[in-house]
């Protein structure tokens, strides 16, 4: 079993920055991919950008340049820099963990104010 620990959202006024982090613990594999969707009210789950343990990385073309995703495979952590945040982006950020099987963290709540 595999436990996500998220931190980081917030409130954010419009062109500001956030930082999130999300830990695992629990019986995972290395071998994983790691990264956070997102979803706003009324609106479908969406991906924002995972990365797998050897490095490769997917992400939407609405926060490409934007928002950076990286990780640290020894602490497990996967990390997201969201600079040059827009209203657009306020939603619930979940941490998604997927090796044999996925994991969800409980999310974490980001707003931009315009």
């Known amino acids: 079993q595999v436990q996500l620990v998220e931190s980081g959202g917030g409130l954010v006024q419009a062109g500001g920055s956030l930082r999130l982090s999300c830990a695992a613990s629990?019986?995972?594999?290395?071998?994983?991919?790691m990264g956070w969707y997102r979803q706003a009210p009324g609106k479908q789950r969406e991906l924002v950008a995972v990365?797998?343990?050897?490095?490769?990385?997917s992400s939407a073309d609405s926060v490409k340049g934007r928002f950076t995703i990286s990780r640290d495979n020894a602490k497990k952590t996967v990390y997201l820099q969201m600079n040059s945040l827009k209203p657009e982006d306020t939603a619930v950020y979940l941490c998604?963990?997927?090796?044999?099987?996925?994991?969800w963290g409980q999310g974490t709540q980001v707003t931009v104010s315009s």
């Open positions: 990365m797998t343990s050897t490095g490769r990385i």
């Open positions: 629990g019986s995972g594999s290395s071998i994983n991919t």
């Open positions: 998604f963990y997927y090796d044999s099987s996925s994991h």
